[in-house]
């Protein structure tokens, strides 16, 4: 039967056909022809522990049977309060106020709108934002326009509005230059900020690992240094942590591991186990400060139909209980790393292996350029899923970010896998 079905970010004509998923449980997938696939990307990144997981079925079907939903203008409920109190209790304690959406776009949508009007309501017009090159924030227009080095958004650029953009100071293992990449990115910053600083409402930055811009990591030093930068000049420090949230870096938030304090931080992915779409913007006392005053032109207008989600909160809820009694995520790392020395280190098509807490990412050396139009990524990804294994490389990036609950045997066998995989090219 012909699918009416308009895939996301695929070329129809092109693509091959969708796989059809009928169950998940835990690492595996399982397809309608009977094979088993191991999910190494955990989905789109938001699946911590695991397909299926019962205690967060478990709490989505209690929430089902006392509240499905409600209007969340002037009403509130438990799942959501419970949630942005477990969450603070974790953030860095600068940050205080929680505001919902249910998508990672979204919430980079509402730290930009926070930002601009935190300056605006205090009689300010600073319109401009500095984002840096390889960012992705999103498809949404906002998103779109502080995310401008993706090479996706070509078609829309008429529709974007201008934003700085700057050298992330990528790095890898043994890397001879990140010192003076991470120098020339902040003597970037500081040029713009020199020039313009009350033209500039924020810097956005995915601290410590760009996600679809090809994994692309760099030290908790910079981040150090860009915060300082940045309150120097008195701009708000946004981070995207839709993807680096939630025990991805090998800590539960990147802010934690690079010991910075953004003003607004934005949260998805992993917010509900990878259960369901849920998002927060959470900004600190004085950003929620600005917006409080008897003129109703200062709140701040924005809320969606289906805003702070019992169900999705519930799952929030659960998953977090889930984070704190294991602590898996923070094993990863060595894992990754013993796997790599074993089994890919010396690859000849190998090169600028790194690793973040859960996250593992390398580049496929090929003739034609780096970058995702690469077309190695995509024979790749064939041979990946004839040997069992969901990979999706980013083009020539190849990279590995699976649910926490892989065992040390699975985490190796995937390895041997891909090594052998690449033996093949
Ligand atoms: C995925 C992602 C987003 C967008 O989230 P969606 O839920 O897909 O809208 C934003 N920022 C980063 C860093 C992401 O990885």
Redesign the pocket.
């Known amino acids: 039967m012909n699918s009416p079905i308009w895939q996301p970010f695929t070329q129809m004509q092109t693509a091959p056909p969708p796989l059809k998923v009928v169950r998940g449980q835990g690492v595996y997938l399982q397809l309608e022809d009977g094979q088993q696939l191991i999910d190494c990307i955990s989905s789109?990144?938001v699946t911590l522990h695991g397909h299926s997981h019962p205690a967060l079925a478990a709490a989505l079907f209690q929430q089902a049977q006392t509240l499905e939903h409600v209007i969340f203008a002037g009403f509130t409920h438990d799942p959501a309060e419970q949630l942005a109190h477990n969450l603070l209790a974790q953030l860095p304690p600068a940050l205080t106020r929680v505001f919902f959406s249910d998508?990672?776009?979204?919430?980079?949508e509402v730290a930009l709108k926070m930002a601009y009007q935190f300056w605006r309501n205090q009689g300010q017009q600073r319109s401009r934002f500095i984002g840096f090159a390889g960012?992705?924030?999103?498809?949404?227009i906002g998103?779109m326009s502080v995310?401008q080095g993706s090479s996706w958004w070509q078609p829309f650029q008429p529709l974007l509005f201008t934003t700085d953009l700057v050298d992330f100071p990528a790095t890898f293992d043994h890397d001879p230059d990140v010192e003076t990449k991470e120098a020339a990115a902040l003597d970037q910053i500081e040029q713009l900020l020199k020039q313009h600083s009350h033209h500039y409402a924020g810097v956005f930055i995915?601290p410590l690992v760009?996600?679809?811009g090809g994994m692309r990591m760099c030290r908790p030093q910079f981040l150090q240094a860009l915060a300082a930068l940045v309150r120097r000049y008195d701009v708000l420090l946004i981070y995207?942590?839709?993807?680096?949230g939630f025990g991805r870096t090998g800590e539960l938030f990147a802010c934690l591991k690079s010991a910075t304090v953004p003003d607004l931080i934005?949260l998805?992915?992993g917010l509900s186990g990878g259960c369901l779409?849920l998002?927060v913007t959470v900004a600190t006392e004085s950003i929620y400060q600005a917006f409080a005053s008897d003129d109703p032109a200062q709140a701040f207008y924005h809320g969606h139909s289906y805003t702070g989600n019992p169900l999705a909160c519930a799952t929030g809820v659960a998953s977090l209980e889930l984070l704190e009694q294991n602590s898996a995520y923070q094993t990863l790392e060595t894992q990754h790393r013993r796997c790599l020395d074993k089994w890919l280190r010396d690859h000849p098509l190998l090169e600028h292996i790194r690793v973040c807490g859960t996250i593992a990412a390398m580049e496929v050396k090929t003739e034609a350029a780096s970058g995702y139009f690469n077309a190695v990524g995509a024979t790749l990804k064939a041979r990946f899923l004839e040997a069992g294994l969901l990979l999706r490389p980013l083009g020539n990036t190849l990279y590995l970010l699976p649910p926490y609950c892989i065992t040390p045997a699975e985490l190796e066998s995937v390895y041997q896998t891909i090594g052998r995989v690449l033996d093949s090219l």
Request: proline share 3%; hydrophobic share 30%; aromatic share 10%.
């Open positions: 789109w990144w998508n990672g776009s979204t919430a980079v960012g992705y924030h999103g498809d949404t998103a995310g995915e760009q996600g679809a995207d942590e839709v993807m680096t934005c998805s992915k779409p998002a």
